[in-house]
């Protein structure tokens, strides 16, 4: 089992940051994943950005540009930088941490972003 702490949401007007945080603990994966999706009053949850445990980034393209993920591996800690935040951008935000293969995947709690205009 994994467990997952997130941090750092909350409520910001247009054009702030956040930075988010998600610390894993527990039977850690060698290789690993770790990202971060949203989910919006009556959307479907979405990947935001994932970040691998060698380093390969994606970005929806909706955040490319603005957001930043970053890991520190010896930490089992994932980051989410967040600027220039938009009124869209509002949404419980779920940190996911995987085996590289996908077998086995854990979520967080979810955090609450809003962005107010």
């Known amino acids: 089992q994994v467990q997952l702490v997130e941090s750092g949401g909350g409520l910001v007007q247009a054009g702030g940051s956040l930075r988010l945080s998600c610390a894993a603990s527990?039977?850690?994966?060698?290789?690993?994943?770790m990202g971060w999706y949203r989910q919006a009053p009556g959307k479907q949850r979405e990947l935001v950005a994932r970040?691998?445990?060698?380093?390969?980034?994606i970005y929806a393209d909706s955040v490319k540009d603005r957001f930043t993920i970053s890991r520190d591996n010896a930490k089992n800690t994932v980051y989410l930088q967040m600027n220039s935040l938009k009124p869209e951008d509002t949404a419980v935000y779920y940190c996911?941490?995987?085996?590289?293969?996908?077998?086995?995947?854990?979520w967080g709690q979810g955090t609450q972003v809003t962005v107010s205009s």
């Open positions: 970040i691998s445990s060698g380093g390969r980034i």
């Open positions: 996911i941490y995987s085996s590289s293969s996908g077998e086995a995947a854990y």
């Open positions: 527990g039977s850690i994966f060698s290789a690993n994943v």
